[in-house]
């Protein structure tokens, strides 16, 4: 059984920044991409970024890219999401997803996804 385990959220205000990490077991993690998604409440989840399996052509939606950073360690079976200048908009839950394809190079669709955590907070005050 796969298990992600996300960490790192909180509160933040405006211009500030957080790192999100994912802890993945339970299969070879190294791979499998992975990804980030957010959600606010009573709205669709949301694609944030993507990592392929060789932590080539990293994938971000266009309201974080050049704020945000995914990274990888395949060694300590982690993924990570740096977020910088965050924004009040940027406020929701944020899950970590495992690919569900091997050697993948990372999905904006979440139907391409076939694990997923419990998800973590991230707050961003004005």
């Known amino acids: 059984q796969v298990q992600l385990v996300e960490s790192g959220g909180g509160l933040v205000q405006a211009g500030g920044s957080l790192s999100l990490s994912c802890a993945a077991s339970?299969?070879?993690?190294?791979?499998?991409?992975m990804g980030w998604f957010r959600q606010a409440l009573g709205k669709e989840r949301e694609f944030v970024s993507a990592?392929?399996?060789?932590?080539?052509?990293?994938r971000y939606a266009d309201s974080v890219k050049g704020r945000f950073t995914i990274s990888r360690d395949n060694a300590k079976n982690t993924v990570a999401l740096l977020m910088n200048n965050l924004k009040p908009e940027d406020t929701d839950v944020y899950y970590c997803?495992?690919?569900?394809?091997?050697?993948?190079?990372?999905?904006?669709?979440?139907?391409?996804?076939?694990?997923w955590g419990q998800g973590t907070q991230v707050t961003v005050s004005s």
């Open positions: 997803a495992a690919g569900r394809t091997e050697y993948g190079s990372g999905s904006s669709d979440n139907k391409d996804y076939e694990y």
């Open positions: 339970g299969r070879t993690f190294s791979l499998y991409p």
């Open positions: 990592i392929s399996w060789r932590s080539t052509t990293p």
